[in-house]
């Protein structure tokens, strides 16, 4: 029994460390913000709605600009299976929540675990060793592989492409970078495009044979997202294509916010790679052969550091092989421990993973309270049925709890009915007879607040411990119809 156990941890013990974490992630956090809105209202329709597209949200929200739904597809369907059972057994919807996102994090874990086997076979196990537990105390990597963005479905592939870039198996990586390029991100381009570059400069690919393999390979990508798109979205269509426009050629996307073009070596990778930041940078100078790998993923995060919109989930792609690197210096200077300065390096760098954890767990505290119109919707739905099953409960969710926590996935069964209609007055509310309001506002005339839920407002340095506070404040509120008398003689938690 030994001997197998011992096997088998040898074989999965990092994909359960890793997994474990994820998991945690998911129970933890499961409401989803308005960057994932897409997706995961998609996954809903799937599962819920199936052939009834006229029913479907995008086409009552289709959102700036439209985003395939081929994710969507392989998620709900994987996922089916168990949430069929789920609806047997007549759980709630937002089990049904947890099971996409679960299976969405299964997916790009199993992406990384092919990269990561890829670089035990180039670098040796202690690589590994040092890949998954530099993954491990960042944060950001795990809490996004379960987040249903076009980014994370484009990382999946990015990891892919990875493995087979360090196996050696060029055209594949090729073929992965054209599908996510084509299908789920553009912006992908930027990091195909110096592969490709380094690929033929170092004679690792033929150019004809790589112009004939992207050519098909991206027809066949155009053929699959058109013919599958226009069905959704009733109209012909090619998604990336519209977003590619939008964001890069009428720069439109800069209407969310700018940063300085410094921003993704200053603020985003130093708080995603942490510990990894400098070790990576390390690696490049102490092994030729990492160079090979960092320095198209580093012109990536330098071309895309041009456009002035800037999120973290933009670069999400480059943090594998940055950790990659990382843990070819980590290992260095772990073998090199009981030698001079490589002591002190050791030293410092177990003191920064250990830091690091502590920065993770500080970063995971202030996303849990980030999506505070999920935890408001959770609090009604215990407090606030009423005694007459057969009456209608109306829940207006104004647009901004729309976007912090809440979607379908979220919503109860009847009698409970939403609404999410916008650009209605706060005056105007009390007219349209609705039971409850999940708002913004604290005071709404026709209704009284019932409860306030507070979500992250900001860190705050102090002497002591921990050295780090975070801050909350009220986000979302709770209001009853006062003409509902049953409303207010309940227990409720107040605001």
């Not at 490049?284 to 090979?292: G, I, K, S, T």
């Not at 999120?311 to 290992?331: D, Q």
């Amino acid at each position: 029994m030994a001997p197998n156990l011992s096997r088998f941890m040898q074989l999965y013990g990092y994909d359960l460390l890793l997994g474990s974490i994820a998991v945690f992630y998911v129970v933890m956090a499961p409401y989803t913000k308005v960057e994932e809105s897409f997706n995961i209202q998609a996954m809903h329709d799937i599962l819920y709605r199936r052939h009834h597209i006229e029913k479907y949200d995008h086409l009552e929200f289709p959102g700036v600009v439209p985003r395939t739904f081929i994710g969507a597809f392989l998620v709900s369907v994987l996922a089916s299976p168990v949430v069929l059972a789920m609806n047997l057994m007549h759980l709630p919807k937002v089990y049904s929540l947890y099971a996409v996102r679960l299976v969405l994090s299964f997916l790009m874990l199993c992406t990384l675990r092919f990269f990561r086997i890829q670089i035990r076979k180039k670098f040796g196990y202690q690589v590994e060793a040092f890949f998954s537990i530099l993954t491990a105390v960042q944060f950001h990597m795990l809490f996004y592989c379960s987040r249903p963005l076009p980014n994370i479905l484009a990382f999946g592939l990015a990891n892919l492409a990875y493995g087979f870039w360090v196996k050696g198996s060029f055209y594949a990586a090729l073929r992965c970078l054209i599908f996510a390029t084509i299908i789920f991100r553009c912006d992908m381009l930027l990091l195909i495009s110096p592969l490709g570059l380094e690929l033929l400069l170092s004679k690792s690919i033929s150019l004809w044979k790589a112009i004939r393999t992207c050519i098909a390979a991206t027809l066949f990508c155009i053929g699959l997202t058109v013919l599958v798109d226009s069905v959704m979205w009733r109209r012909w269509l090619w998604p990336e294509l519209e977003v590619f426009w939008f964001n890069s050629v009428l720069n439109r996307s800069s209407e969310w916010g700018i940063h300085p073009i410094h921003w993704y070596f200053t603020s985003a990778l130093p708080r995603s790679l942490l510990v990894a930041y400098p070790l990576f940078l390390l690696g490049a100078f102490l092994d030729r052969r990492v160079l090979f790998y960092v320095l198209p993923v580093l012109s990536f995060v330098i071309l895309y550091s041009k456009l002035p919109h800037k999120e973290l989930r933009f670069i999400i792609s480059s943090l594998p092989i940055f950790n990659m690197a990382a843990a070819v210096a980590a290992s260095r200077i772990y073998n090199n421990r009981k030698k001079g300065l490589w002591r002190y390096l050791n030293i410092a760098m177990l003191g920064s993973i250990l830091i690091s954890l502590g920065c993770t767990t500080m970063i995971f505290m202030a996303s849990y309270d980030n999506y505070p119109s999920g935890y408001a919707l959770n609090v009604l739905h215990r407090t606030g049925q009423l005694t007459n099953n057969s009456t209608e409960v109306w829940v207006h969710i104004d647009t901004l709890s729309a976007m912090n926590g809440i979607s379908r996935f979220c919503e109860n069964d009847y009698p409970w009915r939403y609404s999410k209609e916008e650009g209605i007055l706060l005056d105007q509310l009390q007219k349209r007879n609705f039971t409850y309001l999940v708002n913004e506002h604290s005071n709404i005339t026709g209704f009284r607040c019932l409860s306030s839920i507070h979500g992250f407002s900001t860190a705050k340095l102090r002497i002591g411990f921990p050295p780090i506070l975070l801050a909350k404040e009220p986000k979302v509120y709770i209001h009853g119809n006062v003409e509902n008398s049953e409303i207010l003689v309940r227990q409720w938690p107040g605001c």
